[in-house]
């Protein structure tokens, strides 16, 4: 099993930044990339960004590639989503995941068995 911990989140005001944190722990090298995913009020969940744990470049959503950028560290088994030029649009319940296929297929929700709580993300106009 994994079970995944997030901190961050909180209110800022338009063009401000936040930095969210997940925290992975148990069978972790039985997962191949982290994921962040958001969800507003009245909108499906929203795929955003992935991580391998190891060799492999990130993938971004269009709508946030030039504003957000995933990291992961892996001696913390940390995964981080740095929010950048934030805007009211990015108000929503974001959430991290573990998924067990690589990267580059895991775009869909169902590829992430693991998820944690969420953290809410409000930006003011």
């Known amino acids: 099993q994994v079970q995944l911990v997030e901190s961050g989140g909180g209110l800022v005001q338009t063009g401000g930044s936040l930095r969210l944190s997940c925290e992975a722990s148990g069978r972790t090298f039985s997962t191949s990339a982290m994921g962040w995913f958001r969800q507003a009020p009245g909108k499906e969940r929203e795929f955003l960004a992935a991580?391998?744990?190891?060799?492999?470049?990130?993938r971004y959503v269009d709508s946030v590639k030039d504003r957000f950028t995933i990291s992961r560290d892996r001696t913390k088994n940390t995964v981080y989503l740095q929010m950048n030029s934030l805007k009211p649009e990015d108000t929503a319940v974001y959430y991290c995941?573990?998924?067990?296929?690589?990267?580059?297929?895991?775009?869909?929700?169902?590829?992430?068995?693991?998820w944690g709580q969420g953290t809410q993300v409000t930006v003011s106009a």
């Open positions: 995941a573990a998924s067990v296929v690589p990267v580059s297929v895991a775009i869909a929700s169902a590829a992430y068995p693991y």
């Open positions: 991580v391998s744990w190891g060799i492999g470049s990130p």
